[in-house]
């Protein structure tokens, strides 16, 4: 079974970084989940799928996986592209577009 170490990114719903500093080792699925016919609920007979472990640092997930012989697979997190305006500028004399409502 291989885990994931990775960097959560932020959601659709956020605009600040609450719970994306931390690193979290989650598990690969063994097994495809099958639907059951009656609800139609998915199901699962991988326990490990359920378990997701949070580290302040990306050394401590990898000590950790290596000391308990956990194969892994490490996904490095892409810097976020902050793009810096002001309110300001909506109203600047030198702007380039015409201020519509």
Known sequence: MTARIYKPSKTAMQSGTAK????????EP?????????????????????????FDTEQEAIAYAERHGI???L???KPAA??????????AFKRRDPWTH
Do not use: A, C, H
Request: charged fraction near 25%; charge should be negative; aromatic fraction near 12%.
């Open 30 to 54: 063994e097994q495809p989940r099958q639907i059951e016919p009656l609800m139609g609920w998915t199901s699962s007979g991988d326990m490990r799928q359920q378990v997701r472990l949070q």
């Open 71 to 73: 194969p892994y697979q």
């Open 20 to 27: 994306t500093k931390e690193w979290v080792l989650d598990y």
């Open 82 to 91: 902050r793009r810096l305006i002001s309110y300001s500028d909506n109203f």
């Open 75 to 77: 996904s490095e997190p």
